[in-house]
């Protein structure tokens, strides 16, 4: 049920946004008003009931973070999407229920008359549109995407580790790597290939059971050196 929790907070931000740009009513002024006609006026979302935004927002903060979190701050998460959602609810179901004053800037901006009481008078008919519905719909998506976390987030599986540990190499991996990359060292700390070359026969390692390591790359880097210490020229 992860997913789903995630798409919910996503979509329902999203809607809340995409409402919040949207015209919410149309207005329609008295003859008194002096705008000279009775033209409607469209009233957005950000005018109607401007803190839709920020929670559109933090909805899809949310659905990000859902993605990430562990199980301890899933259950806050949970909460905090709860508590978003009815937000937007509070603030979709307040503006569509009293269209009157959620449109009092609009009519200070048509107009320069400012107050509650004065605006009122001036409002000859307010028309709402589809868009607070929907922002109300997208509230009660949020509330569904926290109550879904907070029902089903101790069980969600924990990818996130996972995935850390997939991408983070491992101070045993480091260690192995740099050791494959030097010379193998017997027991007295002499280079192996050098106790071999100086310390018997050709054939005392085939003799004794074992077999000679190859020589890599840093082998013959540290071979060259040691020619030159001693003065010789390792190119001859």
């Given at each position: 049920?992860?997913?789903?929790?995630i798409?919910?907070?996503?979509?329902g931000?999203?809607?809340?946004?995409l409402?919040?740009?949207?015209?919410?009513?149309?207005?329609?002024?008295?003859?008194?008003?002096?705008?000279?006609?009775?033209?409607?006026?469209?009233?957005?979302?950000?005018?109607?009931?401007?803190?839709?935004?920020?929670?559109?927002?933090?909805?899809?903060?949310?659905?990000g973070?859902?993605?990430?979190?562990?199980?301890?701050?899933?259950?806050?998460l949970?909460?905090?999407?709860?508590?978003?959602?009815?937000?937007?609810?509070?603030?979709?179901?307040?503006?569509?229920?009293?269209?009157?004053?959620?449109?009092?800037?609009a009519?200070?901006?048509?107009?320069?008359?400012?107050?509650?009481?004065?605006?009122?008078?001036?409002?000859?008919?307010?028309?709402?549109?589809?868009?607070?519905?929907?922002?109300?719909v997208?509230?009660?998506?949020?509330?569904?995407?926290?109550v879904?976390?907070?029902?089903t987030?101790l069980?969600?599986?924990?990818?996130?580790?996972?995935?850390?540990?997939?991408?983070?190499?491992?101070?045993?991996?480091?260690?192995?790597?740099?050791?494959?990359?030097?010379?193998?060292?017997?027991?007295?700390?002499?280079?192996?290939?050098?106790?071999?070359?100086?310390?018997?026969?050709?054939?005392?390692a085939?003799?004794?059971?074992?077999?000679?390591?190859?020589?890599?790359?840093?082998?013959?880097?540290?071979?060259?050196?040691?020619?030159?210490?001693?003065?010789?020229?390792?190119?001859?």
């Amino acid at each position: 049920m992860k997913l789903p929790a995630i798409l919910l907070s996503i979509v329902g931000g999203g809607l809340a946004l995409l409402a919040w740009s949207q015209p919410w009513f149309e207005l329609v002024l008295t003859a008194g008003a002096g705008t000279g006609g009775d033209a409607a006026i469209a009233v957005a979302g950000q005018v109607a009931s401007p803190a839709v935004a920020a929670l559109g927002l933090a909805a899809l903060a949310l659905g990000g973070a859902l993605a990430i979190a562990g199980p301890g701050i899933r259950m806050v998460l949970g909460v905090l999407g709860v508590v978003l959602g009815a937000c937007v609810l509070l603030a979709a179901g307040v503006t569509l229920g009293g269209p009157v004053s959620a449109v009092g800037p609009a009519v200070t901006d048509a107009t320069g008359v400012a107050g509650a009481r004065p605006t009122a008078a001036l409002v000859a008919s307010v028309d709402a549109t589809v868009w607070p519905v929907i922002a109300i719909v997208s509230g009660a998506l949020i509330v569904a995407a926290g109550v879904l976390v907070l029902v089903t987030g101790l069980a969600w599986p924990a990818s996130s580790r996972r995935y850390r540990d997939a991408r983070r190499p491992s101070f045993e991996d480091a260690a192995d790597a740099g050791a494959s990359d030097s010379p193998a060292l017997d027991a007295s700390g002499s280079d192996s290939a050098d106790a071999s070359g100086s310390g018997g026969a050709p054939g005392s390692a085939e003799a004794s059971g074992g077999s000679r390591r190859p020589q890599t790359s840093s082998d013959r880097a540290i071979d060259d050196w040691d020619d030159l210490t001693r003065g010789d020229d390792p190119t001859r």
